[in-house]
């Protein structure tokens, strides 16, 4: 890997960091911001701070992704493993996972230290630092890809758009996936039912492809690409109370409201005839890579 170091913007060291030791190439980012600092202004909506409350319950029972993104990496985008990626709102590493198991070390940015905290403790030596991806805190022309795992449509606008194109350097690559719960599966019908049948913020449906619209009309990124993979993610069943609760709007409702969708879960896991014979269930998912070049 190219010993190029990662640097910060100079208006943005102090509070935002400090560089230290080098790893693999990479300038490790410590100090990042603490929630409460003059960085606050990392303004994140209700919902999105919600995750933060439920990290562990998002870490058991998220699903990972399947090998054949890190192949269209390489075929399409020509990653490499000296590649130099960003991975932005990296939560508690899901995605993370999958590129260290390929040998790519990304810089990884979150705005939610809890989150965060669960990440680093999966992978200690991964430069990372608390941010927003309107705010990027890296220099110009930096980075081959930023990748934005199951979180694009948290911060689908300009303001953003215009701060990933900055970073990236000429023929970089803006990667976006989503692992979209394959509604067609009965029981995955039946557990959106119960999911969606509390309030919520269109913003947290993906699924809606609302968040395509800021591609529209814009100079910063060619047209979406588009690559979609079959994926089965296996667990107890017991871990769909898990997943359920660690979605943003459940997280956000109040304690009893909770406790009325563990109910809930349970009695799907142990009533419904595609699962309540099953210890160990296939949630069945649809990987969705989209990808658009910068125009520098």
């Not at 991975?87 to 995605?95: I, M, N, P, V």
């Amino acid at each position: 890997m190219s010993q190029e170091c990662f640097t910060l913007k100079t208006e943005d060291t102090g509070v935002l960091a400090q560089l230290g030791e080098r790893y693999n190439g990479i300038v490790e980012v410590r100090g990042s911001i603490p929630l409460g600092s003059t960085k606050e202004s990392v303004s994140v909506n209700s919902l999105a701070k919600s995750f933060d409350t439920c990290s562990e319950s998002y870490e058991i029972s998220r699903p990972g992704y399947p090998n054949a993104v890190v192949e269209l990496f390489k075929k399409n985008l020509g990653f490499r493993t000296s590649s130099k990626l960003l991975e932005l709102a990296a939560g508690t590493g899901k995605f993370t996972d999958l590129l260290a198991q390929h040998d790519f070390a990304p810089m990884v940015t979150e705005w939610l230290p809890n989150m965060l905290k669960v990440l680093k403790s999966k992978h200690p030596k991964l430069s990372s630092v608390i941010s927003r991806a309107e705010d990027i805190p890296f220099k110009d022309n930096i980075f081959d890809g930023v990748l934005v795992a199951q979180a694009f449509h948290w911060f689908a606008n300009l303001s953003a758009l215009a701060d990933i194109a900055r970073v990236l350097k000429q023929n970089g690559y803006l990667v976006i996936i989503f692992q979209e719960r394959n509604d067609a599966v009965n029981w995955v019908h039946e557990y959106h039912k119960i999911l969606f049948s509390y309030p919520h913020d269109e913003i947290v449906r993906f699924d809606l492809d609302k968040w395509k619209k800021v591609f529209n009309n814009q100079d910063h990124f060619s047209a979406l690409q588009h690559q979609q993979f079959n994926y089965s993610h296996h667990f107890f069943k017991e871990t769909l109370t898990h997943q359920a609760l660690g979605m943003s709007f459940i997280a956000a409702l109040p304690d009893h409201k909770k406790q009325e969708v563990a109910q809930q879960m349970k009695n799907l896991c142990t009533t419904h005839e595609q699962l309540k014979n099953h210890e160990v269930i296939e949630f069945p998912y649809i990987t969705h890579v989209y990808w658009a070049k910068v125009l520098k």
